[in-house]
């Protein structure tokens, strides 16, 4: 199949041992959900032959785009704490790496069918985490964090078998590269030294050119992972799976599952419904993340020389990241309330803030998005405790040089008016289950300006509204 797509796949050119190859097995009927132009023209692909009817085939899998390899990656992890020995792609299949433009993309179907590591599951995925996934990726991307990307979904005309009957559904995602700190893990777990050195290799040419051996890539990988988690936070999201095989070694977001964006504020928020003990909550995911880049940096020890020396620098590599996870907190931070310079008290200013926020049921979104204003107070249970911080703060602001207007104008511009919020996520796919797919589209095409004014998308839930739990959706 042609669809011009420039395609050179160095993960197909590892060992064998890597991957199973593997085609996507076709489905009945491809119908298009919605294409990604801008993404697609930036990857250089017509988004006009994407949406023919060959361009359809390759994204529902019943056609391989001419120069792809497809197959499926093999990958371990631990799942709640648990190790598993032995996952992979199960409901994927790496079609191809796309050179573009700007660097090397995964190109990737999920719900493409049974791969060798699909266990007990069908392969395929439905309608309702595809456009779960659309949303939440692109709206992360548009407030500017690392993350995946959707190129395109499309229906399959076959059903996928989960609580009851759904339409089924294939999500194109494109990523800097979908190796996890579990691809790791399933190297060393299986004493091959020799595949580790080659996915080290492969991993700081590709993502990290430069860095300096095993050392090096955790380090560089700590460093994204830092910056990745404090940009989350700053924004309200609950990744929900943090588990080490869902841990990009790129430091994208990556397998949006249960995820959510929090209404309102409060640290122990947990949304997932496989979560019952809390250990993905909001703000317990920068000791995960440490945590999981501690089983990336176990991992990476045989390729570290002598063993006390090597277990010496992989844990002060480590425990460097509470600071750089810190440092960029903070600047999130300082940027959300309006502050240029840096005083020391700042970080009690905003964890007050973020304290009374939990304690009033603020909205997180709109309470930032507010700030300084009649409406920011009203998000507040009790207006109170807004009003004795913004006493504080407002003289805190009183020392910084910046007009009212610039840093009107500076905090909108990293304070969002819109999120993703779930109960208009699950609104969409509603909808798209009875066949409307015009609140898909138009919640899509709003996040992708997510600070500008959006009055329609802006409201909490009402308590109707409100939606407590989500699912994998596996
Ligand atoms: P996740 O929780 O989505 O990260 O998935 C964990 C593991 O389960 C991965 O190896 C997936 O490929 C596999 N998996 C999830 N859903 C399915 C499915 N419907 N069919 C086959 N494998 C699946
Ligand atoms: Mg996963």
Not at 181 to 205: K, M, N, P
Not at 247 to 259: L, W
Not at 412 to 440: K, S, W
Request: hydrophobic share 40%; net charge negative.
């Amino acid at each position: 199949m042609t669809l011009n797509i420039t395609f050179d796949n160095s993960y197909a050119r590892l060992p064998d041992r890597f991957f199973s190859p593997m085609e996507p097995t076709p489905v009945a009927q491809p119908g298009l959900i919605r294409i990604n132009e801008t993404l697609a023209r930036e990857l250089g692909i017509d988004p006009a032959a994407l949406a023919s009817p060959d361009g359809l085939s390759v994204l529902a899998g019943n056609a391989v785009p001419d120069g792809a390899a497809p197959l499926a990656q093999v990958y371990a992890g631990h799942q709640f704490g648990g190790w598993s020995p032995q996952l992979g792609d199960g409901r994927a299949l790496l079609i191809g790496e796309i050179k573009a433009p700007s660097g090397r993309y995964d190109m990737q179907l999920k719900g493409s069918g049974p791969t060798p590591y699909s266990r007990m599951g069908d392969g395929r995925a439905w309608l309702g985490p595809v456009l779960r996934e659309y949303l939440l990726s692109e709206a992360m991307y548009a407030l500017g964090l690392p993350t995946t990307r959707a190129l395109a979904a499309v229906t399959t005309g076959e059903t996928v078998i989960r609580e009851r009957r759904y339409p089924g559904a294939v999500l194109t995602r494109i990523a800097k590269s979908h190796i996890r700190v579990g691809t790791f893990q399933y190297f060393v777990s299986r004493g091959d030294s020799e595949a580790l050195q080659v996915l080290t290799d492969h991993v700081i040419a590709r993502h990290y050119p430069g860095v300096d051996g095993a050392l090096g890539l955790l380090n560089a990988v700590i460093d994204a992972q830092a910056a990745l988690i404090a940009g989350w936070m700053s924004v309200g999201f609950i990744h929900g799976v943090m588990n080490t095989d869902n841990m990009s070694v790129a430091g994208e977001t990556i397998d949006y599952g249960p995820c959510a964006f929090m209404d309102d504020y409060h640290p122990d928020r947990v949304f997932s419904s496989i979560d019952s003990f809390g250990r993905y909550a909001f703000a317990r995911q920068p000791e995960i993340a440490v945590w999981n880049l501690a089983q990336l940096a176990t991992s990476l020890l045989p390729l570290m020389g002598e063993r006390d020396a090597a277990i010496e620098a992989a844990t002060e590599a480590v425990n460097r990241f509470p600071q750089v996870y810190a440092d960029h907190w903070l600047a999130r931070y300082r940027a959300k309330l309006g502050l240029v310079t840096s005083e020391r008290d700042d970080p009690d200013l905003i964890q007050s803030l973020l304290d009374r926020m939990a304690h009033g049921q603020a909205d997180f979104t709109n309470t930032f998005r507010a700030l300084g204003t009649q409406s920011a107070r009203e998000q507040f249970a009790d207006p109170a405790g807004y009003d004795t911080w913004a006493e504080v703060w407002i003289a805190r602001l009183a020392r910084e040089d910046a007009t009212p207007d610039t840093r009107r104008a500076a905090m909108q511009a990293v304070n969002p008016a819109i999120i993703p919020r779930n109960h208009r996520v699950e609104e969409a796919i509603q909808a798209g289950l009875t066949g409307d797919l015009a609140p898909f589209h138009t919640l899509t095409e709003a996040l992708q300006t997510p600070f500008a004014e959006h009055p329609d998308l802006a409201s909490p839930p009402t308590e109707g509204q409100r939606i407590k739990q989500t699912f994998c959706g596996t």
